[in-house]
């Protein structure tokens, strides 16, 4: 499979919990975009990447969020202290860079906090 | 600020009918790209189509067609002769097209086609 690959699928964690998620991205994307998707919602920007930096950041991404991609190939999204209205679903997208203006989805990650 | 918007939240047609999502944006950037992804129910987010501002050229594909209208900020997805596959959350987004890939994504359209 060569596509955009997110683990784990389904996440159940208690609040106050810390819970980690990776996404590998197609091969040789050098960007790496996190969204998130709540109910009924189409999905919010959280934050991406080019290679291992983080450029961008949206405001939805507190301090109790944090990205990383060391060296530049896979990516996690860690949660820490989680909330009931962290409770998403969270989609993680690769694309070949700049000039070309396409991203691929993975399946996503769902998370239920209880 | 951007902002796209689906006013149909829900659409149910009989296989066969021909459907139209609409999708308005508003942006203040001259350039930007418009897309269409289809959520079926496993999540995954498939890639339909991407058009620049500068293209107002209608595409078809297949049994997918899209319209783009400037003047009315506007970009209506067809689906010709349905199919039960189709069922899907469809979403509009747009990209201000300042290089950063910044989807800015509407509410989603859900489709079921009835048999």
């Known amino acids: 499979d060569t596509g955009v690959s997110q683990d784990p699928r389904h996440k159940i964690t208690k609040r106050g919990q810390n819970v980690t998620f990776r996404c590998d991205p197609i091969?040789?994307?050098?960007?790496l975009y996190w969204y998130r998707q709540t109910l009924g919602q189409g999905p919010e920007f959280l934050t991406y990447?080019?290679?291992?930096?983080?450029?961008?950041k949206s405001r939805l991404l507190s301090d109790r969020f944090s990205a990383e991609r060391p060296k530049g190939s896979f990516s996690t999204l860690e949660i820490q202290r989680t909330e009931q209205g962290d409770s998403a679903m969270y989609l993680c997208?690769?694309?070949?860079?700049?000039?070309?203006?396409?991203?691929?989805f993975g399946q996503g990650t769902r998370l239920t906090v209880v | 600020a951007q902002k796209v918007t689906q006013a149909q939240t829900e659409i149910s047609v009989v296989e066969k009918e021909d459907v139209t999502l609409d999708c308005v944006y508003e942006?203040?950037?001259?350039?930007?790209?418009l897309f269409w992804y289809k959520q079926p129910p496993s999540g995954e987010l498939v890639f339909l189509i991407r058009?620049?501002?500068?293209?107002?050229q209608n595409e078809i594909s297949g049994r997918y067609s899209w319209n783009f209208q400037k003047s009315t900020s506007s970009f209506n997805f067809t689906i010709t002769a349905s199919q039960v596959v189709d069922s899907a959350v469809y979403f509009c987004?747009?990209?201000?097209?300042?290089?950063?890939?910044?989807?800015?994504f509407g509410k989603g359209t859900k489709l079921s086609v009835i048999p």
């Open positions: 997208a690769s694309s070949p860079g700049t000039g070309v203006l396409l991203a691929f």
């Open positions: 091969s040789e994307h050098n960007r």
């Open positions: 990447f080019q290679n291992e930096a983080q450029l961008e």
């Open positions: 942006t203040r950037d001259t350039t930007y790209y």
């Open positions: 058009r620049n501002s500068f293209d107002e």
């Open positions: 987004a747009l990209d201000s097209g300042a290089g950063s890939y910044q989807l800015t």
